[in-house]
């Protein structure tokens, strides 16, 4: 099953018949018929490369779990979340050791073989599944224990604060819309609408707020490695920033395809995996800024990913997926305009183009074209350095061009070939002439509306959702 | 992303712009009636009309098509002719603006 719903952060509630995690809206799930597979090409098809190896792939076979968090569990054994309960998993083989079966929780975290869930049930002590104490709140997106705290992020109720006991409540963190917690010592990351907020919280009962700073987006997952801090933004991507005394500096970004929801640094805070809905990214944050290395499509959907040495475990819906980075060493060929396996859509009027191409690779990259009859510009051999872009200027009958060959030398892309198209839906398409059912606020009659009653005029559209 | 931006495309794109050669409509995707009037409801949007593509008919193929674009809110200006003159990338009214203003200025 693969569930391909169209992604936005929004925070309104979701619809009827949907559930909200991480900001997306997905269908309330066991009792309800699965959507139909649509088929929408997605960044899998893209000629990125795969630097990463998937060294298992488990469907996991008890139960209903979609798996939609993970986190280190012990040693040997990651933990993983989701709708139908908690699985621990091997982190070499992917074999599941234990489950438990019937909650519904969608964030973990987890130390020394204790763990905590939050979600849509009241948060919970594991694995007795036990209810903290004290409880009295609407809804929990996030939950974090670091020694003897407990953070439970409760969008506008606040950061809770509890013992690692669950037994009492020791303070609370005044929030707009808090998403999510970390804890690490006696300090709290906290993201908090807009905001990542950097707590003192030696005494619980009185926090202290020691910096904050504004995130490129909206946040909603954070991991944080020494003075090494990453935060999941606006659905795009990773912001990286390091903690200079006491103070939050950001480092950069690293964007990746699809919608980055969660991400986690590994224990040596120099690398970092991303997982989106439609790919894993590795990114190198040990340098001055992120540089996104490598990509791999996921087995299902990634929900989650807890990365280790060199390795990310993925909360792979309803697989469970364990990658590894340590093989890369190669550039990384990234076509912007691509989509739709190796065809590029083209503005159907174009009599040149310019076929933009970019390195996102840890290695120098070269890169050269093979033109079909008809059409004429460079070929090349062009040389990339990491993380910088190029273009090659083509002119001639682009749209029919079938068949253009990209060579490079990243490690798995040898050779993509390339179909220009032109667009039916792009710039300089004609639109198909819309005709809907359509209404005005506060009104609410429906009536039909015709863009052909508009000719001559110019028509803007917003397409939107409530979710 | 749409709670804050499907009423600011009225204050911010269509008032600014204030041509009534311009006609503007906000087009809901994949919900039915109930949802989008709700929705609308709460954030009181005026003065524009809301379409309901309920099965995707036309905001299927730019989602199918269209790489690298926030799926939501997706913004298309078609000018005199019926041809696409610009697609968002992401929410950005400026660009927004200059495109419907630009599309305005061709006969």
């Known amino acids: 099953m693969r569930l391909l719903l169209l992604l936005s952060a929004c925070q309104t509630p979701c619809s009827e018949g949907f559930a909200k995690a ?80 019937g909650v519904r929780l969608l964030k973990v975290d987890a130390q020394d073989g204790i763990a905590v869930g939050a979600g849509s049930e009241q948060p919970m002590l594991l694995p007795e599944f036990r209810p903290l104490q004290a409880w009295n709140l609407d809804r929990a997106e996030d939950i974090a224990i670091y020694d003897d705290l407990i953070a439970v992020a409760a969008r506008t109720q606040g950061v809770q604060l509890f013992n690692a006991a669950g037994t009492n409540r020791l303070g609370n963190i005044a929030t707009d819309d808090a998403w999510a917690v970390e804890l690490q010592g006696t300090r709290a990351l906290v993201i908090d609408d807009r905001d990542l907020e950097f707590w003192e919280l030696s005494d619980p009962a009185n926090p202290v707020l020691v ?88 087995g299902q959907s990634a929900m989650a990913v807890i990365a280790g040495e060199g390795r990310g475990y993925i909360a792979d819906w309803m697989t469970l997926t364990g990658m590894d980075r340590t093989g890369l060493t190669s550039g990384e060929l990234h076509l912007s305009q691509v989509h739709a396996g190796d065809i590029l859509m083209v503005d159907p009027r174009a009599e040149s183009l310019e076929l933009e191409v970019t390195n996102w690779g840890p290695a120098p990259l070269e890169i050269s074209l093979e ?97 | 992303m749409c709670s804050l931006e499907v009423p600011d495309i009225t204050q911010s794109i269509i008032e600014r712009v204030n041509d009534p050669e311009l006609t503007a409509w ?9 949802t989008a009037y709700s929705f609308i409801d709460t954030l009181e949007v005026r003065g524009l009309p809301i379409l309901l593509d309920e099965d995707q ?51």
């Open chain 1, 211 to 298: 910096d904050s700073v504004k995130l490129a987006g909206e946040g909603r997952d954070i991991s944080w490695v020494g003075d090494r801090v990453a935060v999941a933004v606006g659905g795009w991507g990773g912001q990286v920033l390091n903690i200079e005394s006491d103070t939050l500096v950001s480092a950069g970004l690293a964007i990746m395809p699809g919608s980055v929801l969660n991400l986690s640094l590994e224990p040596n805070g120099e690398w970092l995996w991303l997982a989106s809905w439609e790919a894993v990214g590795v990114a190198w944050v040990g340098g001055e800024e992120p540089i996104v290395v490598a990509h791999e499509p996921p």
């Open chain 1, 22 to 101: 991480d900001g997306v809206c997905y269908p309330i799930a066991s009792e309800q018929e699965e959507p139909e597979e649509e088929v929408i090409p997605s960044v899998l098809d893209l000629p990125y490369g795969d630097g990463i190896t998937t060294f298992y792939q488990e469907s996991i076979t008890q139960g209903f779990y979609e798996v939609m968090d993970a986190s280190d569990f012990d040693e040997t054994q990651v933990i993983m979340i989701g709708q139908g309960g908690a699985l621990l998993v091997d982190r070499d083989s992917g074999a599941v050791s234990q489950a438990w079966d």
């Open chain 1, 371 to 467: 033109l079909p009859s008809g059409l004429s510009g460079d070929v090349g051999p062009i040389t990339l350095a990491p993380n910088s872009s190029d273009s090659f200027s083509l002119t001639g009958a682009i749209v029919d061009a079938p068949g253009v060959r990209l060579f490079t030398d990243d490690a798995d892309e040898e050779m993509v070939e390339l179909d220009f198209r032109a667009s039916a839906t792009g710039v300089g398409s004609t639109h198909p002439e819309i005709s809907l059912q359509g209404f005005e606020w506060p009104d609410g009659g429906l009536q039909p509306y015709n863009s052909g009653d508009h000719a001559g005029e110019v028509l803007f559209l917003a397409y939107w959702t409530s979710w």
């Open chain 2, 57 to 107: 008919t036309y905001y299927r193929p730019y989602a199918m098509e269209v790489p690298g674009y926030a799926p939501f809110p997706l913004q298309v200006v078609i000018d005199r002719k019926g041809e696409i003159v610009y697609l968002s990338k992401q929410y950005d009214v400026d660009a927004a603006v200059a495109a419907i203003e630009a599309a305005l200025a061709e006969d």
């Open chain 2, 26 to 34: 906000l087009v809901n995707v994949g919900e039915d009636f109930g």
